[in-house]
């Protein structure tokens, strides 16, 4: 088995300057001490400073201004959705308000792709969903679910709706381990979805965002229990 990547200390100190900016101790629009007085705080030199300046820079979390200083973006004013599953990953609180995207935006792919599936896209829809019944194990269904959802978008035709059926998956993964609930068993998590590919193959666009609609919510509601057993079982161990 291949070793995993052990954390570097510009790893480890982008980690740190991350939590404290999302945790508020230091606010959106104020500037970050003096770099050698960081440098000097965390026992670091500059130079790894800033490739960890430059990783927060990237993500959307600091812009550095030549004489000026490093400020603290105001990432829900100026971010985007790229930023989702680090937030998720400081908080899943984050994640009821994905569920609630997630549930307006499904079912309008849903309704969409009923109106623009070429046959060949409803094919591929239907082995997609076989896929998810031959499926072995929670994680395995949960990924074969999620491609039948990004079939979906792309038979929309509209690039923009597969992107954000991305920018959701990825929002979630940090956490999706404590998310497998509806993908335990096969057959379940099969027949749960079954019914959106059904009216998206009989080109039946309101059936379509019906059946999506019930599919989120029912997923929805097994995910966020799973979700509250997981915070009880990490809470107690502390």
């Given at each position: 088995m291949e070793?995993?990547?052990?954390?570097?200390?510009?790893?480890?100190?982008?980690?740190?300057?991350?939590?404290?900016?999302?945790?508020?101790?230091?606010?959106?629009?104020?500037?970050?001490?003096?770099?050698?007085?960081?440098?000097?705080?965390?026992?670091?030199?500059?130079?790894?400073?800033?490739?960890?300046?430059?990783?927060?820079?990237?993500?959307?979390?600091?812009?550095?201004?030549?004489?000026?200083?490093?400020?603290?973006?105001?990432?829900?004013?100026?971010?985007?959705?790229?930023?989702?599953?680090?937030?998720?990953?400081?908080?899943?609180?984050?994640?009821?308000?994905?569920?609630?995207?997630?549930?307006?935006?499904?079912?309008?792919?849903?309704?969409?792709?009923?109106?623009?599936?070429?046959?060949?896209?409803?094919?591929?829809?239907?082995?997609?969903?076989?896929?998810?019944?031959?499926?072995?194990?929670?994680?395995?269904?949960?990924?074969?679910?999620?491609?039948?959802?990004?079939?979906?978008?792309?038979?929309?035709?509209?690039?923009?709706?597969?992107?954000?059926?991305?920018?959701?998956?990825?929002?979630?993964?940090?956490?999706?381990?404590?998310?497998?609930?509806?993908?335990?068993?096969?057959?379940?998590?099969?027949?749960?979805l079954a019914?959106?590919?059904?009216?998206?193959?009989v080109r039946?666009?309101?059936?379509?965002?019906?059946?999506?609609?019930?599919?989120?919510?029912?997923?929805?509601?097994?995910?966020?229990?799973?979700?509250?057993?997981?915070?009880?079982?990490?809470?107690?161990?502390?």
């Amino acid at each position: 088995m291949e070793a995993l990547p052990r954390e570097t200390v510009v790893d480890v100190l982008e980690k740190r300057l991350r939590e404290d900016i999302l945790a508020g101790r230091h606010p959106a629009g104020s500037y970050l001490p003096p770099e050698r007085e960081l440098a000097d705080e965390f026992g670091v030199n500059r130079t790894t400073l800033k490739h960890a300046f430059g990783r927060l820079a990237q993500s959307g979390l600091l812009e550095t201004r030549h004489g000026v200083g490093t400020r603290v973006r105001d990432f829900l004013r100026l971010g985007g959705a790229d930023l989702l599953p680090m937030l998720v990953r400081h908080s899943p609180d984050w994640i009821g308000e994905i569920f609630e995207v997630r549930r307006s935006i499904g079912a309008l792919i849903a309704e969409r792709a009923a109106d623009r599936a070429t046959e060949a896209q409803v094919a591929e829809l239907w082995a997609l969903l076989a896929a998810v019944a031959d499926a072995d194990g929670g994680d395995a269904v949960q990924l074969a679910d999620a491609e039948v959802h990004r079939a979906l978008a792309r038979a929309t035709g509209n690039r923009v709706y597969v992107l954000l059926t991305n920018t959701l998956f990825n929002a979630y993964l940090p956490v999706r381990a404590a998310l497998v609930g509806p993908f335990t068993e096969a057959r379940a998590a099969h027949d749960r979805l079954a019914p959106v590919v059904e009216a998206v193959a009989v080109r039946d666009s309101e059936a379509a965002r019906v059946a999506a609609g019930a599919y989120l919510a029912a997923t929805e509601r097994i995910m966020l229990e799973g979700l509250a057993r997981s915070r009880e079982r990490r809470d107690g161990a502390l």
